[in-house]
C-alpha cells in the first residue's frame, strides 16, 4: 500500500504565529503559516501584526528585507509603508511610485495577543474570525498561585488532525508511552469546542520522567485530567487535586498546546506549562518533565505515518470517528478559495 498523503487543506481557526516575548517594538520576523509566507511584526509603540510577507505592490518579501518605521513596515527599494491593517500608509518621495498605489493592500491577518502567544486566524476562503480562544487562568499575568512557567517547542512532521488525533487513541499509550491509558470518556462537543474529563491514575516516576526529576515518594495517586480545545489551535489542559504531601491534596497543573500548521506536512507545537508553587519543588516538575517527553514517544510514529481514510474501529462509531466528525467542520473546500 502506498503512503498515503494528509487530503485535507490547511484547516480554519486560531493558529499560533510565536510567542509574544519573541516580537519586541520594532522588530519583524518571517514565519510560514498556514503555506503562506508572513511577516510578524511589532510597531514601535508595541501593536502586532500579522502580514502576507509579499509587498502587496511590488512583491518584496517583507519579512527578509522590511523594516519596521513608528507603526508601520517599510518595504526597501520604493519606500511604500504598510499599516498594521495592510492598508498602505505612505509612497516614498521621489519613489516613481504611482499614487494609485495608495489602494493597493497587502493581506492582513487578523491577529490577537493572549495566554503568552500571537495568534492569528486563517480561513482557506479568507472569512473573518467566527469564534474565540479564551484567557486561561494562569497564563496572563496571575503569578502569585502559579510556579515558573515552563516553555518547549516542537516542530513534528505531520498536519494537527494526525496529532490531536493521538488523544483519542486510547491504546497507543501504554504501548508508546509506557503509561496508563486515560479512561475513555465521553466528549462534550459544543461547535468549535471539545471538551473531555478522565478520572486518571497516574504514576508519578513513568517511564518518561527524567531521573533526575523522580520523586523520592512514587507512590501513585488519581488526578481529574481536563482537555479543553477551541479548534485545532489551541487546547488547555488542567490537573487538579495534585498530592502536595503524604496526607494533602490540591496541587494543580496546567497547560497551553499553541499550534502552527505550517504546511501539509508540518506543525510546529509551542507549550506552555505551570504547577501551583505549593507542588513546584519536586511532583510538579516530574508531571511537566514527563509530559515534555512523552510527545518525543510519538514523533518517530508521525514521521512517517500515512494517512488511513477510514479506520476499522471495534465501534463503527467509536471516539476517532467523532473527532474526525468533530474535526470536519475546520476545513473549507480547496476548490472555492481564491
Ligand atoms: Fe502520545
Same mark, same amino acid.
Given at each position: 500500500m502506498p503512503k498515503q498523503e494528509f487530503p485535507f487543506p490547511m484547516p480554519n481557526g486560531w493558529f499560533c504565529v510565536t510567542r509574544v516575548s519573541d516580537i519586541q517594538n520594532g522588530e519583524s520576523k518571517p514565519f510560514t503559516f498556514c503555506e503562506k509566507e508572513v511577516v510578524a511584526f511589532r510597531t514601535e509603540s508595541g501593536k502586532v501584526s500579522v502580514l502576507? %510577507? @509579499?509587498?502587496? @505592490? !511590488?512583491?518584496?518579501?517583507l519579512a527578509i528585507s522590511g523594516t519596521v518605521e513608528g507603526e508601520t513596515i517599510n518595504s526597501p527599494r520604493n519606500g511604500i509603508k504598510w499599516n498594521i +491593517?495592510? !492598508?498602505? %500608509?505612505e509612497i516614498g518621495k521621489? !519613489? /516613481?511610485?504611482? &499614487?494609485? %498605489?495608495?489602494d493597493v493592500t497587502t493581506f492582513s491577518y487578523p491577529c490577537q495577543e493572549l495566554n503568552g502567544f500571537i495568534w492569528a486566524w486563517h480561513h482557506l476562503l479568507k472569512e473573518k474570525p467566527y469564534f474565540e480562544i479564551p484567557a486561561i487562568d /494562569?497564563?496572563?499575568?496571575? +503569578? !502569585? &498561585?502559579w510556579g515558573k512557567e515552563h516553555h518547549y517547542e516542537y516542530h513534528i512532521n505531520t498536519v494537527l488532525q494526525e496529532i490531536a488525533e493521538n488523544d483519542v487513541d486510547q491504546a497507543h499509550f501504554p504501548k508508546v508511552h509506557g503509561s496508563p491509558s486515560l479512561p475513555e470518556t465521553e466528549a462534550i462537543i459544543d461547535g468549535i469546542y471539545r471538551k473531555t474529563i478522565a478520572e486518571t491514575l497516574m504514576n508519578p516516576n513513568n517511564d518518561s520522567v527524567s531521573k533526575e526529576f523522580h520523586v523520592a515518594d512514587p507512590s501513585m495517586f488519581t488526578t481529574t485530567f481536563t482537555r479543553e480545545s477551541w479548534g485545532l489551535g489551541c487546547v488547555g489542559l488542567h490537573m487538579v487535586n495534585l498530592p502536595i504531601d503524604e496526607t494533602t491534596f490540591g496541587g494543580e497543573f496546567i497547560m497551553i498546546n499553541a499550534s502552527c500548521p505550517v504546511d501539509n506536512k508540518n506543525s510546529i507545537l509551542r507549550w506552555s506549562m505551570r504547577v501551583t508553587k $505549593?507542588?513546584? $519543588?519536586?511532583l510538579g516538575m516530574a508531571i511537566i518533565d514527563g509530559i515534555a517527553n512523552g510527545v518525543l514517544d510519538d514523533m518517530p510514529i508521525w514521521d512517517h505515518k500515512s494517512y488511513v481514510a477510514q479506520p476499522i474501529l471495534? +465501534?463503527?462509531?467509536g471516539p476517532i470517528n467523532k473527532f474526525r466528525k468533530w474535526v470536519s467542520q475546520f476545513y473549507s473546500d480547496p476548490l472555492q478559495a481564491r
Open positions: 502576507d %510577507a @509579499y509587498c502587496g @505592490y !511590488s512583491g518584496i518579501n +491593517d495592510g !492598508s498602505c %500608509a521621489d !519613489s /516613481g511610485v504611482p &499614487k494609485e %498605489a495608495m /494562569g497564563f496572563n499575568g496571575e +503569578d !502569585s &498561585k $505549593d507542588i513546584e $519543588d519536586e471495534c +465501534d463503527g462509531d
